[in-house]
């Protein structure tokens, strides 16, 4: 929302008519997304939200560290790792968000920055010290041959002891739904094209050429363009094989994706951050196995949620001749991967992973977080003057 109002009416119908409860009365003061009114209760906040008593990937990423140190962690891991990473070191104390950059390449700091920010206005945060991995690959091998550390990264893998948050694609999707993105959660389930039966019965991908198995894939729709419509919308890594897979076609519209009945999702550089939003469309997900992983994988089902594909995509075109022989299994998969997505990758929950994220990690520090020497503070948006916040949290007895 870009306003704040003192009570809420929301409606959802459908052909005129209201869906489930509607119309929906939010009363009291709604605050929007801007306004820094957070509620000093962060149990109750975590209980409005539904959010739930553990998060089982958190707890495994935690377990690796049953106790942290922040002095120990503010001194090792910059000498580590700052010179050939790119990391910002955070610290939230009072509500406020403290930040110093380590490495050249720090601009994706913004997408932290906004979620934390977002979080402090919602919600009294616990004191806390990080360090965030801004590349794309996790860093913190489990051969290390060094003393482990904490690094909070957008990705996961099999190899490596990251503790992993929700990607910056989707968190950044969810704090700008209907605004700047065009691609989110909720404008994909406006757009999910015909209904399964008029969808065409060829599977889809677009993308570029970030990783060998692309290749392969670009390979076998040429072989086989009855069954695969796969293409590259750009070459970057193997400009030198541009001849052989290409020519580059147009970006079509992410929700014309949908008008294919089957989605192909291979890894990039790490996994494929477009998951999400496949799994929420209404069509079946091919997805390739794959050491990389993001924040829900771990909740993900073969053949409940998704058709399983080898890595080499061996058994690529056996799987899509399966799901065609087995449309209506197919669709089922369809549906549940929807409704996984629905049930645990909307904007509530996101918010909910951040915040049980940095409660548990705040829980284990074995010292006060410190607003180190070189931190600045990340400044809160000015308020605008076209909307503005009286938050009523903030106002004295003699006001109320």
């Known amino acids: ?18 869906v489930a409860k509607s119309p929906y009365n939010l009363k009291g003061p709604v605050y929007h997304e801007n306004c820094d009114c957070p509620l000093e209760d962060s149990a109750a906040w975590s209980q409005e939200m539904n959010c739930p008593e553990t998060i089982t990937q958190i707890q495994r990423d935690l377990a690796h560290f049953p106790a942290v140190d922040p002095e120990k962690i503010a001194e090792e891991i910059p000498k580590r790792f700052g010179q050939r990473q790119s990391l910002c070191h955070y610290t939230l104390k009072d509500n406020k968000v403290y930040i110093k950059t380590h490495g050249e390449h720090v601009g994706f700091r913004i997408f932290m920055d906004a979620i934390l920010l977002s979080l402090t206005r919602k919600v009294k945060m616990p004191d806390v010290e990080f360090f965030v991995n801004l590349g794309d ?4 091998k489990k051969k290390s041959s060094s003393h482990i550390h904490p690094i909070f990264s957008w990705c996961g893998s099999t190899d490596s002891k990251d503790i992993v948050m929700p990607t910056y694609d989707l968190t950044d999707s969810v704090l700008e739904t209907m605004g700047r993105v065009s691609l989110d959660m909720m404008s994909v389930q406006a757009n999910t094209g015909p209904p399964w039966e008029s969808k065409n019965s060829t599977a889809m991908w677009r993308g570029r050429d970030s990783r060998k198995e692309r290749l392969e894939l670009v390979k076998l729709s040429r072989k086989h363009p009855e069954l695969i419509d796969a293409a590259f919308t750009n070459f970057f890594f193997f400009k030198h094989d541009e001849s052989l897979y290409g020519p580059i076609v147009k970006h079509i519209s992410f929700f014309d994706f949908f008008k294919h009945k089957y989605q192909i999702n291979i890894d990039g550089t790490v996994a494929a951050y477009r998951l999400p939003y496949l799994l929420v469309g209404d069509s079946v997900v091919l997805k390739q196995d794959s050491i990389y992983y993001e924040h829900f994988y771990n909740e993900l089902q073969p053949w409940k949620h998704y058709i399983p594909v080898k890595s080499n995509l061996s058994d690529l075109l056996e799987k899509l001749k399966w799901a065609k022989d087995h449309d209506e299994e197919a669709k089922k998969i369809a549906k549940a991967g929807q409704e996984f997505a629905r049930n645990n990758l909307m904007g509530d929950d996101i918010f909910c992973y951040y915040f049980k994220l940095f409660q548990e990690y705040a829980s284990l520090q074995v010292s006060e977080p410190q607003i180190r020497e070189g931190m600045k503070r990340v400044e809160p948006q000015a308020e605008d003057d076209l909307f503005p916040c009286t938050c009523h949290r903030k106002k004295t007895k003699d006001e109320l």
Do not use: C, D, R, T
Request: proline fraction near 5%; hydrophobic fraction near 35%.
């Open 1 to 18: 929302m870009y306003a704040s109002y003192k009570n809420l009416k929301i409606e959802v119908k459908f052909q005129g008519q209201h």
């Open 137 to 140: 690959w996790p860093l913190e």
